[in-house]
């Protein structure tokens, strides 16, 4: 009875009680509710304008929020040194258990002690002393000279002429040019700091720009950068000479990864017109290349007119019997033939994925496998560009005149100064990817006939952000073959076509026997 009773009293009183309960919550929660950003800084200000003691304890409570959080930090930062430095225990450890049981690979003796700013000082000095600086060296030969070459504020006199020709010009990379006018401009803080003063014990003389008179200065690769400078004197016969020395530093890793190049398909695109033997020699580089070694190709011919096209479309259609190879797409275009526009048809022809490689070639080129694997290496979508230095044959003709054979195609593919030259002026062949080609603008379409369009379209890439590669490849050779300039040519692009044929037929040496021929044969004769 006393149960019953007792649990109707709590079935009226429990609610009664709850409702007090959310109200008491209610009351403590608007009571102890901390102020807002707003409310606070107008706290802060009416206080800061009425207490001078309230602006100084909000002072004092920020400088303890800031002291707090400078300790936690350098409690982070002692945990991180003591951990780093437990690593680098660790490591010195393995590096010395390795070299105790000699293992230890050669150039990581250094790794198990920390370099420091003395040590780096003596790096510099000691590639100082091992360069020919202050002592000559002992050469097997005249070949093993390091020439130097000779400059003034405007000009630098060379020896290895580059891309130019020219004996002496002003320098045209910017990375030239900022090097010999810091280099000079070095000098001059070096005569004019009071060290040098002192030491000459003449009276004080500030030197300028037009003392200097010229210098010399020569790279070995492997130390470093001297500078030999000269600059007047006090008469017309005293000078002040000064060495200066630019070292090289030890090589740093940027990045290394693995790179699977033969999943990468290269669509080689070849502008053609009539020379059927041509394209029948390189078809049967192609095969033994492409087909048989590579795999990963695509062939795509555009050619011009109707003339002789069947003998393409017959070569193609044979090689696709005997190998059951069909990667391949014919283009014919019913116009005058324009390399330009011919590998521009081709690169936008392209309907197989978004984005692929393209290796712009010529019927007269003959490559082999090692290119297409650097092809596919120098070429990085939205990074870099490859334009290889091909090898370019002279007339077998005048090579073996001596010869009652020449030898065949494969054994004239050898790399000596009688058998060709490095054709540095010639951008025709590149590989880059299509969406590259497309950013860029691809070829000028104006440009018709032979020349020009390589150049305009390797000078896009020199104005972009794109790394441009441009290196002499060991397995990119142009084969011999006539050229012929046709008079409807305007003047710069016959010129041009004229030297290009004169450079390609024989080496100087070579074209001065032809030139001289008979006084050769008369002294030979005269002789006997």
């Known amino acids: ?42 706290l802060q200000w009416s206080a800061g304008a009425t207490s001078k003691e309230g602006y100084m304890a909000l002072l004092q409570e920020r400088e303890d929020t800031h002291r707090h ?33 000699g293992i230890l690979p050669k150039g990581l003796e250094s790794l198990h002690k920390t370099p420091t700013q003395t040590d780096l000082k003596d790096f510099f000095l000691s590639q100082l002393n091992q360069a020919e600086v202050t002592s000559g060296a002992q050469l097997p030969s005249e070949y093993a000279v390091i020439p130097f070459d000779t400059f003034t504020l405007r000009r630098v006199y060379q020896l290895e002429t580059g891309l130019t020709r020219h004996p002496e010009e002003r320098p045209v990379r910017r990375d030239r040019r900022d090097e010999l006018i810091s280099t000079v401009e070095t000098a001059l803080h070096v005569l004019n700091g009071p060290r040098q003063q002192a030491r ?25 950068t001297v500078y030999e400078l000269l600059f007047k004197g006090d008469g017309p016969r005293d000078f002040t000479q000064l060495s200066l020395f630019r070292p090289f530093g030890p090589v740093l890793k940027v990045k290394s990864e693995r790179v699977v190049a033969s999943s990468v398909l290269i669509n ?86 978004s984005n692929v490689l393209l290796f712009l070639c010529d019927v007269d080129i003959h490559f082999t496998a090692d290119f297409l694997t650097s092809c596919r290496l120098n070429a990085e979508p939205g990074k870099k560009v490859y334009y290889p230095v091909l090898f370019s044959q002279y007339n077998p003709s005048i090579i073996y005149s001596n010869q009652t054979l020449a030898p065949s195609v494969q054994q004239q593919l050898v790399m000596r ?28 379409r104006n440009i018709r006939g032979w020349g020009l369009e390589d150049v305009h379209l390797y000078r896009k890439y020199l104005h972009s952000k794109l790394i441009v590669i441009r290196s002499p490849s060991r397995g990119l050779f142009h084969l011999w073959h006539e050229k012929n300039c046709a008079d409807e040519l305007p003047p710069d692009k016959y010129k041009m076509c004229m030297q290009t044929k004169a450079v390609s037929e024989a080496s100087h040496g070579q074209l001065a026997e032809l030139l001289f021929r008979r006084d050769i044969q008369v002294h030979l004769s005269s002789q006997k």
């Not at 300790?71 to 951990?83: G, H, N």
């Not at 109707?306 to 003998?311: T, V």
């Not at 100064?417 to 000028?444: A, P, V």
Request: glycine share 8%.
């Open 417 to 444: 100064k009688e058998t060709g030259f490095w054709r540095d002026f010639g951008f025709g062949m590149t590989c880059q990817y299509r969406s590259d080609f497309l950013n860029i603008g691809g070829f000028d």
């Open 268 to 353: 080689i695109i070849v502008p053609l017109s009539k020379r059927p033997d041509a394209f029948r020699q390189f078809i049967s580089n192609f095969r033994e290349v492409c087909i048989q070694r590579d795999g990963s190709i695509h062939l795509t011919v555009v050619y011009f007119g109707r003339d002789q096209i069947d003998q393409v479309k017959a070569l193609l259609d044979q090689t696709t019997r005997e190998t059951q190879f069909r990667s391949f797409t014919l283009i014919q275009l019913n116009e005058e033939f324009s390399r330009g526009r011919g590998l521009d048809v081709g690169a936008r022809a392209w309907r197989r994925t």
């Open 200 to 224: 000459s014990g003449r009276g004080k003389r500030t030197y300028s720009p037009s003392d200097f008179i010229e210098g010399l200065t020569r790279t070995e690769r492997d130390r470093g």
């Open 1 to 42: 009875m006393f149960k019953r009773w007792l649990l109707a009293l709590l079935a009226r009183l429990g609610p009664i009680v709850l409702g007090l309960c959310c109200c008491l919550f209610l009351f403590y929660f608007l009571a102890c509710k901390p102020t807002s950003r707003r409310s606070q800084q107008s």
């Open 69 to 101: 959080y400078i300790d936690s930090l350098t409690k982070q930062i002692a945990q991180l040194k003591e951990a780093l430095q437990e690593r680098t225990k660790q490591l010195q450890e393995s590096l010395e258990k390795a070299k105790t049981r």
